[in-house]
Every structure is written in C-alpha cells, then in structure tokens.
C-alpha cells in the first residue's frame, strides 16, 4: 500500500497525473482502512494539483469509507470486551 501512495504522490508532484490516479485507484484493492492512508489521501499537499478530478473524489470516498468501517467495527469491539467508556 505504502508503495502505491508513494509512486502516486511522486508522479502527482511531477504533474503526470494520469500515473499518480491510477497508483491511487489501486490503494481502493485494499481490505482494511486506516486513519493514516485517509488522512494522507485527504490533505497531503503532493496531491493538490489532483484533487479536482473525479477519480481522486473516488478514491477518497472509498479510503474514507473503509476507514470509518474498520474503525466503528474496531469501537463496537471495544465496548463490548468493555474496554471503551
């Protein structure tokens, strides 16, 4: 995962935004999401000039929601081993 984002934030800073998209679609065949990758995706300045496309609005949307999956998965988890107040 971690190569896929470096290739994708490279190629976006040197403006060949095609490759940098389609290193980003490919963190999308990943299973688990973490707070990491989505706050990477969401606000690294490397991707500035790529955030106006649509398949990084997808990309993002499918990070975030994975995510947000895991981690309410991971917080009912917690509650119910009543190690979560």
């Known amino acids: 995962v971690m190569v896929g984002w470096i290739l994708a934030t490279i190629y976006s800073s040197l403006r060949e935004n095609e490759k940098a998209i389609d290193y980003l679609i490919k963190l999308k065949n990943r299973e688990s999401g973490c707070a990491l990758l989505f706050n990477l995706v969401k606000s690294h300045p490397a991707l500035d000039n790529i955030r106006n496309m649509p398949e ?11 995510y947000l ?14 190690l979560l107040e």
Not at 69 to 77: E, I, S
């Open 56 to 66: 990084y609005a997808d990309v993002l949307k499918d990070v975030e929601a994975k």
């Open 69 to 82: 999956r895991d981690h309410n998965r991971v917080g009912k988890l917690l509650k119910e081993k009543d």
